[in-house]
Each structure stands twice: as C-alpha cells, then as structure tokens.
C-alpha cells in the first residue's frame, strides 16, 4: 500500500528528473531558458542542484516551488536511462498527486460514522490508483490522466463537503489581489480559486478545502490553516507567510517565510527539495 510518505520528493534518490524533463522560459520565476529534455546548466553530474541554497535569490523561484510528489525516485528505480523516464515523468507526477488526495480523503472518512458506502469507494479508487501509478514508463506514458481526475473528483468533492458540512462555496472564485485580511473562511470550499496575491494575513481557514488553489504570493502571516484540506507543500511554498501562520499539522514553514528580511544577509536554508 503507498503512504503519504511515498508520495513526498526524496531527491536523493533521483537522478533530477524534474530538472531535466521540463521546459522553462526565462521570466519572474526563471532567470533563463531551458528547452524540454535538457538538463539545467546548475544540475551537478550527481544530480545535485549548485544553486540549491540561493535558489530565490538567483531568480529561480520557479524551481523551489515544483514538487514531484515522489514520481521522480520512483520512476528512477524502474529505469536504466533517465531518459527512458522523459515521457511518464509528467504524468507519474500529476498521478501521484491525485493519490495523494485520495489518500488524504480516505484518512478523512475512516472511522467517520455512517460514511462506510465513501470510504468503501474512496479505498477502492486508492487501489486502482497504487495499480495504475505502479506500471512502467511506456504504460504511464500513454496514461490519461484527466480521465482519472474526472473519475476521482467527485469522490474528493463529496469527502470535502462531508467534513466541511455548510462552510461558505468560494470554487473556482477569482480573488487575484483580493483584501481578505481576517476574514472568516472557516471550512469555505476554495477548490481551484485564484487567490494570487491575496491578502489573507489573520484569515480563519480553519477546515477549508484548498484543492488546486492558486495561493502563489498569497499573504498569509498570522493566517490559521489548522485541519485545512488538500493543502500540498508546492501551495505553500508558493505563498507568503512567517512564525505567526498556524500551518497543518504534518506540516512546516518554509524557510524562505522564516528568513530575517531588513537588509541582513540571507542564511543558508533547506528549500522544498530536501537534497538537491
Ligand atoms: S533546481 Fe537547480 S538544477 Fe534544478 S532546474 Fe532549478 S536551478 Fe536548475
């Protein structure tokens, strides 16, 4: 059976997939161009990134807030050449993120009362799920991975709305730069909203779902996320926060939210890539 723990990057056991596999253009979040299939010119023969600990500084903010969800370690153990893993590695990632939300709801509903009939479903989509993601390159390859989201999501939408009870509908909203400052978004459904740049510094969303929220440079020091839902680390390395933001549990700051700002200089620090 796959644990949360098998869906959490481990570079160590990679050969730096994510810094091979996909393209970037040279914007706020690269600070150069890498065509797909190329190998970043800072991934060391070890695979080891040499920007590693000065990532934000050096304009690459985009590579600390990728996350792989483990498919980089696993498809490395199933692989002679990294490049047989090019073509699954997109899928096996997004893959392993819809696993993790299964296995996040199935850990919602057990023990639930009365919610035997989810549970059951959400067990049987886990194991589907563990079948599918356990394939080889070329089978992950041709993998469908919308279709599965669309056969998953009602499962994750109904698991939410049960523990959520009548917490306010805000999916899909767009509150790009909103001035959210304390609000009251206990248990609020923010599925896929566009929170970019929002301020949520003080804001109660305590039990929201979060699922696919845009939180990139969200403001949320002082913010309660205690029992948040689909919260991943990508969302919130990708936000604004510092001491005061009461995180999920399972959860830490990032070090770039605890960094001392007012000119001093920057410490060395352990990104959302634990080893690269
Ligand atoms: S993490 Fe480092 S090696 Fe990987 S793409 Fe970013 S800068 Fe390049």
Redesign the pocket.
């Known amino acids: 059976m796959i644990e949360l723990e098998d869906l959490r990057a481990d570079c160590t056991r990679c050969t ?1 997939l ?2 091979v596999v996909p393209a970037f253009e040279r914007s706020s979040d690269f600070a150069f161009t890498k065509p797909a299939g190329t190998p ?1 010119a ?2 060391t023969t070890d695979a080891r ?1 040499d ?2 600990a000065v ?1 934000r500084e050096r304009g ?1 903010v985009g ?1 600390t807030v990728f996350d792989c969800f483990g498919a980089g370690q696993a498809l490395t153990a199933r692989v002679e050449r990294r490049e047989d893993a090019f073509a699954a590695f997109p899928r096996l990632r997004d893959l392993h993120e819809l696993l993790r939300y299964v296995v996040e709801a199935e850990g919602l509903m057990d023990g639930v009362a009365g919610e035997d009939d989810l549970l059951r479903r959400l067990r049987a989509a886990r194991r589907d799920l563990e079948g599918v993601v356990a394939q080889g390159p070329a089978e992950l390859a041709g993998e469908d991975v919308d279709a599965r989201r669309g056969a998953v999501n009602p499962l994750l939408t109904e698991a939410s709305a049960r523990v959520r009870g009548g917490g306010p509908d805000h999916r899909g909203a767009q509150l790009v730069g909103a001035s959210l400052r304390g609000a009251d978004l206990r248990r609020a459904s923010l599925r896929g909203a566009l929170l970019l740049g929002a301020d949520l510094r003080g804001a109660d969303l305590r039990g929201a779902d979060v699922t696919g929220a845009d939180l990139r440079g969200a403001r949320l020091e002082g913010a309660d996320l205690r029992e948040v839902l689909f919260l991943t680390p990508p969302q919130l390395t990708a936000a604004r926060g510092d001491a005061t933001t009461r995180l999920p549990r399972g959860f830490a700051a990032p070090a770039h939210w605890l960094r001392v700002r007012s000119g001093s200089a920057p410490r060395r620090r352990r990104s959302s ?1 634990p080893s ?1």
């Open positions: 730096g994510c810094c970043c800072h991934l990134c920007q590693h990532l690459m590579c890539r690269r």
